[in-house]
């Protein structure tokens, strides 16, 4: 009896190792090769990338400059194809997006890997790290948007890290959603090539684009990147129709000058339209820039009277407490529409995308 239940027992514990070693591996630690879009194959095993401004030349055997896609004997692939490193159901005003299904969730995805490299960014445990240095969680396309429909989100959005490197995971989860009536949306940097996001726009409602600062020397110094292809991609995605809010996080001393954000102010409403929303966010000490000082919110408040002097209507800042900063109002009779405290809504005054004051049409999507 006692060898029967040794064996029972020995039996049940191989089962429990076997699993372990088995069938949890492919749950948490499974890679889908996936060949990357876009690129181009050279002599010698050789590619050419061709998804950002970067067109980064790839040997075989070597990665990018984002870090996550490798040239294996002469192809492209995509090392973070549904490796989920980051997944949370959010306020859709966290993104942050003003204009765009308000007091809604979004279910909110990213995998490691960007193709910048901004010294202030407030995730770079993840945008700053290689696939195989972080856990993440296999999720299939499909079992994202089962998910995101289970959880009642009306938006899946692509955010935490840049979406533009996980760019085929992200199309491709855009395209189910779409057919399940899910919207799609991304916070990105924007440093994307014009086909790529052309075709991404089609299955996109609405993005945020960090407009990082308004000079290449900027860029190349904190982001090691260019101005001009971020502004091409707002214009991109504007005729394409996809709903734009932009974010701006100030830092003193380096992108909060009146010049500066007069120029840029003036450029988004010539380019984008004066209905355009613009975030100004407040930046704290992180990663690289742990020396600087916070934001002077008086700078904050001063960049906001510059954009509306300019006439862009909807000016917000972002990560301060004040009575309007985060509130929306009508900008024909200046009546309060929508006040926020946070990342929720108080009090909303819309009528059918109308102030319900005076009548004046208020730019967005409002469900």
């Given at each position: 009896?006692?060898?029967l ?6 039996l ?21 090769l ?6 181009s194959?050279l002599e010698n ?12 030349f790839?040997k075989?055997?070597k990665r990018?400059?984002?870090g ?5 004997n ?5 090392l ?11 306020p859709?005003e ?8 308000p ?5 909110s995805?990213?995998t490691?890997?960007?193709n ?31 998910e995101a ?14 979406p533009?490197?996980f ?28 086909q790529?996001l052309?075709?991404?726009?089609k ?57 500066t954000l ?10 984008l339209?004066?209905?355009?929303p613009?975030?100004?966010?407040r ?25 509306l002097s300019c006439?862009?209507r909807?000016?917000?800042i ?9 509130n ?5 009779c200046s ?7 946070g ?7 819309l ?6 004051f005076?009548?004046e049409?208020?730019?967005?999507v409002w469900?």
């Amino acid at each position: 009896m006692r060898n029967l239940l040794r064996l029972t027992i020995s039996l049940a514990l191989l089962f429990v190792l076997i699993f372990a070693t088995l069938i949890l591996p492919d749950l948490f630690s499974q890679e889908k090769l996936i060949e990357a879009s876009f690129y181009s194959k050279l002599e010698n095993k050789s590619v050419q990338c061709q998804l950002c401004p970067r067109r980064c030349f790839i040997k075989d055997g070597k990665r990018g400059f984002c870090g996550v896609r490798e040239n294996r004997n002469g192809s492209l692939y995509t090392l973070v194809y549904a490796k989920a490193v980051a997944i949370h159901i959010d306020p859709i005003e966290k993104k942050p997006l003003f204009h765009f299904f308000p007091s809604t969730t979004a279910y909110s995805v990213a995998t490691a890997g960007c193709n910048l490299k901004c010294k202030f960014c407030q995730n770079w445990e993840i945008s700053q790290s290689l696939p195989e240095d972080v856990e993440y969680r296999f999720m299939e396309p499909e079992d994202l948007v089962k998910e995101a429909k289970a959880s009642n989100a009306p938006t899946i959005a692509y955010t935490y890290n840049e979406p533009t490197i996980f760019y085929e995971y992200m199309l491709d989860t855009a395209k189910l959603a779409r057919k399940l009536g899910i919207k799609n949306i991304m916070h990105s940097n924007g440093y994307i090539n014009e086909q790529p996001l052309r075709s991404l726009a089609k299955y996109l409602d609405a993005a945020n684009i960090d407009l990082k600062g308004f000079s290449d020397d900027y860029y190349a110094k904190l982001s090691e990147g260019s101005l001009s292809p971020v502004l091409r991609s707002l214009k991109v995605l504007k005729d394409e129709g996809v709903h734009i809010e932009i974010t701006t996080l100030l830092l003193s001393g380096f992108n909060d000058d009146e010049p500066t954000l007069r120029k840029m102010c003036l450029w988004i409403k010539d380019n984008l339209g004066s209905d355009t929303p613009l975030h100004f966010s407040r930046f704290f000490p992180m990663y690289k820039l742990t020396s600087l000082n916070p934001t002077p919110v008086e700078s904050l408040l001063q960049a906001r009277k510059i954009a509306l002097s300019c006439g862009l209507r909807y000016v917000y800042i972002g990560n301060i407490a004040t009575d309007q900063a985060e509130n929306t109002y009508c900008p024909k009779c200046s009546k309060l529409l929508i006040e926020r405290r946070g990342y929720f809504i108080v009090s909303n005054n819309l009528k059918e995308g109308r102030c319900k004051f005076c009548g004046e049409k208020i730019s967005g999507v409002w469900n």
